[in-house]
Structure formats: structure tokens, C-alpha cells
């Protein structure tokens, strides 16, 4: 009976020891970090004071849930866009064109094309653009065009990482989309891509509706097609979705100022999309992420330096991709082995 | 003592009677009908079992929840169209600028708006149409045009009802958007009226917000002014959101098919809109609704009757406002009193 007690005693004084650990463990813990691939810095901590500012009713930074928008750009602010990932999404198109149309190749603009670097084509004339362009991504039912691009990203790799492109998202990004949308914001694509082509993939890899994606579209034409109503992609260019058009389209389609918009440095295509938020009545947030990691990703700069300069004008928060993210990719080896294979 | 006690019981008696009501009416009264202002019918019935169907999991109806998107015209099937309230706003816009422009009213085509008739009005040929839309509706910011309309729905009034338009909305119409919103659909508005026009006040009148406005639209230019930002509205109409443009602008906007849609008899107008949400591969619902209502409303009826055969054609689920709707305004003395001063 003693011993019995004893015993009981012993089991009862483990248990407790256990429970004092788990109130130590749990208290000293700090809250889980929503932004885990983040380094700790001004950027990160501006981001996070702002989305608990935003939440707290009675606090100066508080928005109407409503009010809760946030745009992002996509190449080279949500995934990679060395190389574009529509110009490589074009190319296979077109190659699978010049298969049933061998003559298409040896007319230009196409001609210059087969030598296959981006920078020749990035020389190419705006109507030499829009007619490869057209080529390969319009005469098509929307449907059709859907199927095609779903195609694409799953038999597609990126030239120099060997994986799908949908592999290539950034880590850091999707992050603060995960965390902004917890905290209540309605998060949109606003880019220069096709929106049909981002829609293919947009809702799995980034949890962004198709409703979401503001980009570039070519003019549909609902056409009768054996007693249906077929959309058909006509090659009347209807937005680029870039420069100033990304502030006239985010109205259009939102019907107000996003509060927190990001985007990146190349060609200053984001920087009336940053303007656009920062000038309106509510607090506001803005991101211009500077590709400044050749060892981890990629440098590059802008030729006239304008998207730097407006971040330092405007007061948005340059993103360092060396120093303040942690992680590029879900799949960290990327970023080490696969670059330096490229290097060779 | 045996007083007291027969008292006691009579007051038990009388409370285990009143309880025995409350049970009985508690168990006979039907659960509480969603669409109070519809008549049970065929039309009501088939609403219902939709969307029950539609968010039971594992029945043949069932629609997952991303794909539950609803698209509603706005002129005559969420609100009254006689008049229709682009027009008054119009013509208010114009009253205006012929204060500060004397000139204009001896100036054709917007002599013949002096008269006054909206039948007049639909005579003019389209580019005179464009022309005073345009001189209404453009030359300003976004941000004073939206202003402009809100200071319009705050003070003009019904001609007939003499009541404000946003009065005028249809109540078995807000309570389907209710209804649809608690089962998890997305609502849109889809209507061949202004964007920037609508937006100002389905917040308000609908619960819908501004992001889920679909309409016509003049293109914006982002010009500077004062170091900021300014969206200018142009005269260039980028879209008249009217027939085959609903289906483009749906699919444009929301990247898929409506599951529901609503349209209603007197152009054509949503034919294709309701034809796109009917030709999907998901269960789905349309409805057209046709002024048949002299007594409570208006009744009026479409020159080649093409939206009625369609509905017959494509199995559309026709509301007779006669037949179908209970009530028509939430303020239900409109449909008497006020329809029969207009007739004088």
C-alpha cells in the first residue's frame, strides 16, 4: 500500500515536472514567424508593424477590411523572370507552329527568333513583338488556349534550374501572400503576362483566385460554333497591363487603391503601380524588390536607375533579395548547386 | 391552503398550455424561408433546390465553392429601368453644364435631349448616343465622377415614385443576392451601365462590392498633376458591356463561367450573358425576368421577343414579376399609391 503510494507519488511528480516544461517551452517561445524566409530587418519589420497596425481597430494604421487590397506584379516579383517565363511559353508555341507551318520560320520576324536569345528579341520592333505575339497565342478558343498553357507548365523546365516553372516561385513572396491574406486582404496579380496564361497556374501555386489576375489579354470574339458560344482570342492587343496602364486597369477591375502593392526593378514597369497605391487617403505599404544576387539568383539593374529612384522619392522599401530574404525558393539547393552548373 | 393550491394549478395549466402553442406553432411553422418576396412556384422551387444542391457535398448538383460565381445584369432585373438611371444621371450631368455653357442646349444632338423623352432619346444614332454620353460622362477625374454620382443618388429622385433610385431596387432580386452570399457564391453585377456609376452605390444597396462590378467604361489616362497621380476619365468607350461583350467581360473579369445568372426581357441584352453560364459543364441556373407588371411595376415586352424564345430554347427559368414576386420594393405602398398618381 505504501510502496503503491509511492509509486503514485513518483508518476504525479513526472507529470508535473512535464507540465512546468511545457509552460516554459510554450512561454518562451516567441509567436510563430509568419515570415520565416525573411531575414529579420527594416523591411521585414515594416511589413509586419503594418499588417498589425492594419488589423487593430482603433489603431492609426488601421484599415476597413474592405479597404484591404494588395497588389503584386509577377516576373521578377513572384517568380523568376530570367528568362521570361512567357517569352519561353511563346517560343514552345511557335515551335509547335513552325511543326505544321515549316515555311513560318524562315519569314521574319520569326526568322531572328530561331537564333533563340531573349536579348535579340527584347531589339525586335513593337509590331514585329505583337506579331509573334499574336502568332503564338491567339486563333485559338480561350479554352483551347487554357489547355495549351496548362501544357506548358507541365512539360516545360527552366532553361538553367532543369525544373517546371511553377517550381520557381519565391519563397519569401508566397509567404506574405499567405500572411496577408490571414489578415484579411484581397490579394491580386497585376502584371504585364497574359492573364489566361497566369490563371493556368496562379490558383495552385500562389492560393490567387482567377478573379485576382489582372494582366495583359488580347480581345476575345464570342463566335456560334455548332449551337454554342465559343470565345475565341482575336490579336487585337487590348492592354499591356504596364507603366501607367497598371494603375488604370487596377481601377477598372478593383474600383479603388490597393494599400499594399509590390513590384521589381528591370524596366520601371511597377512604378506607377507603387505611385498608384501610396498616393491614396489610407496607410499604405510598397515594395520594389532589387535582383541583387548573382551568387543566389540573379543581378540586375535598370538602365535610367528610375524604379530605385522613386523608391527613394516616394518612400517605398527597397527589397534586397542578397540580404532580407533568407530562402528564394521552396527547394533551398536551387539556389546553390544549379547556378554554378549554369555558370559553366 | 387548498385555495391557493387550485390557484397554483390553474396557473400551471395555463403555462403547460401556452407551452404546448409554442411547441405546436415552433414545429408547424416551415424553416425560415429565404425569399420571403418570391410566391412558391416553379421558379422559387427551382432556386431552392439549386443552390441546396449546389452546397451538398456529394450530391449530383454540388458546386465546389470557387466555382459558385453568380452574374446579375443591373437595369431592370436588380433595379427599375423606367426610366433608366444612366439616363436621369445624364441628363442631370447636362443640366449642369449647360449652366456653365449656355450654348450647348441650342447645339445638336443635345437639342433634341431639351425635349426631354427618353423615347427621343433612344432615336439618336450612336454617335450622337456617344457624344452626349461622353459630355456627360468624361472630361473629369475618377475620383469626381464618382463624386458626381453620389451626390446624384443622394439627391435626385424616382419621376414617378419620387423617391430615391436606390429605393427603387428589386427586393425578391437582394434577397437572392443574400441567399446566394450565405451559400458561398461570388456575386457580380454584370450591366451594360457605368462602371464607375454602379460602383457608387452597390456597396450600399446590394452588398456587393465594388471589385465584383462589371459594366461599360470609358478608358482611363493616368496624368500627372500636382506631382501625383491622376486617372482622367477619356471619351473613349472601351466597352458597352451589352450582348456578346458580357460573356468577353465575364470571362475577362472572373476567369470562368457563371454557375447563376439573371438577365431580364426588353433588348436582348443578356441573351449571350445567360447563354455563357448555361453552356458550362456545371450544374447551373438562369433566369430572365420579364416586366409583366402594369399594375406594380411596368410591363413591357421586347420588340422581337428573342430573349422569351431564347428562354424557351435554352431552358431558362422565366420570372413573371406578376406571378413570381410577392413584393416587388421594400417599401411595398410603391407598388399601389404611387403607380396610379403617375397614370393621371
Not at 531575414?39 to 487593430?56: L, M, P, R, S
Not at 514585329?128 to 489547355?147: H, N, V
Not at 496577408?180 to 490563371?199: E, N, P, T, W
Not at 485576382?212 to 470574339?221: P, Q, S, T
Request: aromatic share 8%; glycine share 6%; net charge neutral.
Amino acid at each position: 500500500m505504501k510502496y503503491t503510494h509511492d509509486q503514485n507519488s513518483s508518476v504525479n511528480k513526472t507529470l508535473l515536472a512535464l507540465l512546468f516544461i511545457f509552460i516554459i517551452v510554450g512561454c518562451s517561445k516567441s509567436p510563430l514567424d509568419p515570415l520565416p524566409s525573411w531575414n529579420e530587418g527594416a523591411t521585414k519589420k515594416a511589413i509586419v508593424d503594418f499588417v498589425h497596425n492594419a488589423t487593430q481597430e482603433g489603431n492609426k494604421g488601421f484599415i476597413q477590411p474592405e479597404d484591404r487590397i494588395a497588389t503584386f506584379d509577377n516576373d521578377g516579383t513572384m517568380w523568376s523572370e530570367t528568362p521570361t517565363v512567357e517569352i519561353e511559353f511563346i517560343k514552345s508555341q511557335l515551335k509547335k507552329k513552325m511543326t505544321t507551318n515549316p515555311g513560318l520560320m524562315k519569314q521574319e520576324p520569326f526568322k531572328s527568333l530561331t537564333k533563340g536569345d531573349e536579348a535579340a528579341l527584347l531589339k525586335l520592333k513593337i509590331s514585329d513583338i505583337l506579331k509573334i505575339m499574336a502568332t503564338a497565342m491567339t486563333g485559338m478558343s480561350e479554352d483551347e488556349f487554357a489547355d495549351q498553357a496548362l501544357t506548358f507548365y507541365k512539360t516545360a523546365v527552366h532553361p538553367r534550374y532543369r525544373v517546371p516553372y511553377q517550381n520557381l516561385t519565391y519563397k519569401p513572396m508566397t509567404e506574405l501572400v499567405t500572411y496577408l491574406q490571414k489578415a484579411g486582404f484581397q490579394i491580386y496579380i497585376c502584371s504585364g503576362g497574359d492573364v489566361a496564361l497566369m490563371r493556368a497556374v496562379t490558383p495552385m501555386i500562389y492560393g490567387i483566385p482567377p478573379e485576382h489576375v489582372i494582366g495583359a489579354y488580347f480581345v476575345d470574339k464570342a463566335v456560334e460554333k455548332g449551337d454554342r458560344l465559343v470565345l475565341m482570342r482575336t490579336p487585337k492587343l487590348a492592354t499591356t497591363n504596364d507603366m501607367a496602364e497598371k494603375p488604370v486597369n487596377i481601377l477598372q477591375r478593383i474600383g479603388r487603391r490597393p494599400v499594399f502593392a509590390a513590384g521589381n526593378v528591370r524596366t520601371g514597369g511597377d512604378i506607377d503601380h507603387l505611385r498608384y497605391s501610396g498616393e491614396g487617403a489610407l496607410p499604405s505599404l510598397q515594395l520594389m524588390i532589387n535582383h541583387d544576387d548573382a551568387d543566389r539568383e540573379a543581378a540586375y539593374a535598370e538602365k535610367n536607375g528610375a524604379s530605385l529612384a522613386a523608391a527613394k522619392k516616394f518612400n517605398w522599401f527597397v527589397v534586397s533579395i542578397k540580404n532580407d530574404w533568407k530562402q528564394i525558393f521552396s527547394d533551398s539547393s536551387l539556389e546553390t548547386t544549379k547556378i554554378s552548373q549554369a555558370a559553366k
